[in-house]
């Protein structure tokens, strides 16, 4: 009898994949909520340093995917573990087990003092408190919390299978409105497909204009078109809009103004701040500044840091 009770209370290779798993796939959950939410928060408030916001664009598409692929898998593997712990009682007492939900309590302990203490160093400090940065307090303080509570009813055995219903249907509403409110603010994902395509554009359009500037450092003229830049430069592989497929515009305003103009366009006009109106640019680009629709740059040869170098044959 002795002998039975000391080989159930061994850890076999699916008792330890069981609970390694579900605590990869809460731990995947948690980071990647964190990370959601804090996209969204940066999104709806952002911060402000120097007049600009330097943060640049927003993407909740990892974040999102990785929680409709792995909030089903823990809960999978969750009923596997209290499937096995119904049959076998003894399996709540694994040494793999304890391990894993005490250095998880150790972990969210841990984040919850660090949360409070980033909180009062802030208030101690003088700096702002910011309604972005009170968010994203809150979103880690009420997640962290939420594992710790939830892990110590555990140990003390104070869940039943009433409450354990209760903890899915609220985690899976919480998941449910932070992807709903995440589509919201930053739009759906065919929004953010057509964002992509500008971003693309904005690049595109930069590439061209050093190809253009090239072209005049070597020859001191302005290219008539885009067949005779590609025609002087064989190696130069002008890109496309891939929206389109269709080649960008190009137009010379004048060889004695070194000035022109390059046009594309775009999906939706690039994002400002809602506060100061003030556009949000992910770097130096002239070409992140730009509204919805066709629209073209104006350009010119700065001939002060270009001069003419004769071409040599």
Request: glycine fraction near 6%; hydrophobic fraction near 45%; charged fraction near 10%.
């Amino acid at each position: 009898m002795e002998s039975n009770t000391q080989t159930s209370n061994r850890s076999t290779a699916k008792d330890f994949v069981l609970n390694l798993g579900a605590i990869v796939a809460l731990y995947t959950i948690v980071f990647n909520l964190i990370n959601l939410l804090f996209t969204v928060i940066n999104k709806a408030y952002p911060q402000i340093t120097n007049g600009y916001n330097y943060a640049g664009t927003y993407s909740i598409s990892f974040p999102v995917a990785t929680l409709i692929i792995f909030f089903p898998i823990f809960i999978l593997l969750m009923w596997l573990l209290e499937k096995s712990f119904v049959t076998s009682p003894e399996k709540k007492n694994l040494g793999v087990r304890k391990w894993l939900t005490y250095i998880t309590l150790f972990i969210a302990g841990l984040t919850l003092a660090g949360d409070l203490v980033t909180v009062l160093y802030y208030f101690i400090d003088g700096q702002e408190l910011t309604t972005g940065f009170l968010l994203k307090i809150c979103v880690v303080l009420v997640l962290a919390g939420l594992v710790f509570y939830y892990y110590i009813s555990d140990i003390r055995e104070k869940l039943t299978a009433k409450s354990r219903l209760v903890w899915l249907v609220a985690s899976s509403f919480v998941i449910l409105v932070s992807i709903s409110w995440g589509f919201f603010v930053l739009g759906s994902p065919r929004t953010q497909q057509l964002m992509k395509y500008d971003e693309q554009k904005v690049s595109d359009l930069q590439t061209i204009d050093s190809f253009i500037q090239s072209y005049y450092q070597s020859t001191g003229g302005l290219p008539a078109n885009f067949a005779e830049l590609t025609k002087y430069q064989p190696t130069v592989i002008l890109p496309t809009d891939q929206q389109t497929n269709q080649p960008y515009e190009y137009i010379l305003i004048g060889q004695s103004a070194k000035a022109y103009q390059l046009c594309a366009t775009f999906n939706a006009a690039s994002q400002t701040d809602s506060r100061t109106n003030i556009p949000v640019y992910p770097g130096e680009n002239v070409y992140s500044n730009h509204p919805a629709g066709h629209y073209c740059f104006n350009e010119a040869i700065p001939v002060s840091m270009y001069p003419k170098v004769p071409a040599v044959y």
